[in-house]
C-alpha cells in the first residue's frame, strides 16, 4: 500500500516509570518483544506491497494502450510489453513466496529468515516496479495527479522502515553462515 508522506521525528524519554497495570509483558524485554514481533511487520509489509504493484502496473497497461509515440501505442513497442510481463512474474514470484511464509508461520515455524528475505525482495521489488512503470507514462507519470508517482516517492520507505535492505542481509547472511561474524 502507498502511504503519504508524513512527519518523522525522535522522541527521547529518560526517567520514565511506567505503572505496573500499563506494563505490556516483562520488565526488560521490550526489545525481545519488539524482535519477536518483526516477522509479523515483514509479512504486512510484503502483503501490502503486493496490491501497490498490480495496479501500477494495470494502469501502465491501460495508460501505455492509450498513449500513442511514433504512429504507435507506447505498449505496442516490444520493450514495454515484455518489461511488463517480466514485472508481472516477479509479482507473482513474491506472492507464491508471501503465501509459503505465512502457511509457515501459521504452522508455527520459525520464519525468520524466509520473512526477511521476503522483506528485503518486497522493498526493492516495489521500487523497481514504480520505476521502471513510471519511466513508461513520461512527463506524466511525474505529476501528483497520477498513482504512479505517489507510489515511486512513498514506497521507498519499504526498504527502510521496519528495517532498512542492509539490516535484513545482515540477518539473512547469519543465518546462510556467510557474516564473518557468524563464522567466528
Known amino acids: 500500500a502507498v502511504v503519504s508522506t508524513q512527519s518523522t521525528g525522535e522522541i527521547t524519554m529518560e526517567n520514565v516509570r511506567v505503572p505496573l497495570d500499563n506494563l505490556i509483558g516483562e520488565e526488560g524485554k521490550g526489545f525481545q518483544h519488539q524482535m519477536n514481533q518483526f516477522q509479523n511487520e515483514r509479512i504486512y509489509a510484503a502483503a501490502g506491497a503486493l496490491p501497490a504493484m498490480d495496479r501500477a502496473i494495470q494502469e501502465t ?14 505498449l505496442d513497442n516490444q520493450y514495454v ?16 513466496m508471501l503465501y509459503q511464509c505465512v502457511d509457515q ?8 529468515p524466509q520473512a526477511t528475505m ?3 525482495k518486497s522493498g526493492r521489488l516495489v521500487r523497481e516496479v514504480s520505476d521502471s512503470c513510471l519511466q513508461f507514462w513520461g512527463g506524466m ?3 501528483d495527479d497520477v498513482f504512479i508517482s505517489r507510489m515511486f516517492r512513498d514506497t521507498r520507505l519499504m526498504s527502510i522502515g521496519g528495517g532498512a535492505d542492509e539490516v535484513m542481509l545482515n540477518i539473512i547472511c547469519k543465518y546462510m553462515g556467510t557474516d564473518p561474524s557468524s563464522r567466528k
Do not use: M, N, P
Open 118 to 120: 521476503l522483506k528485503l
Open 81 to 96: 510489453h515484455y518489461r511488463l510481463a517480466e514485472l508481472q512474474t516477479e509479482v507473482e514470484c513474491l506472492r507464491a
Open 105 to 112: 508461520h501459521v504452522a508455527g515455524e520459525d520464519i525468520t
Open 141 to 143: 507519470g511525474y505529476t
Open 61 to 74: 497497461i491501460e495508460y501505455c494502450s492509450q498513449r500513442k509515440a511514433f504512429g504507435k501505442t507506447i
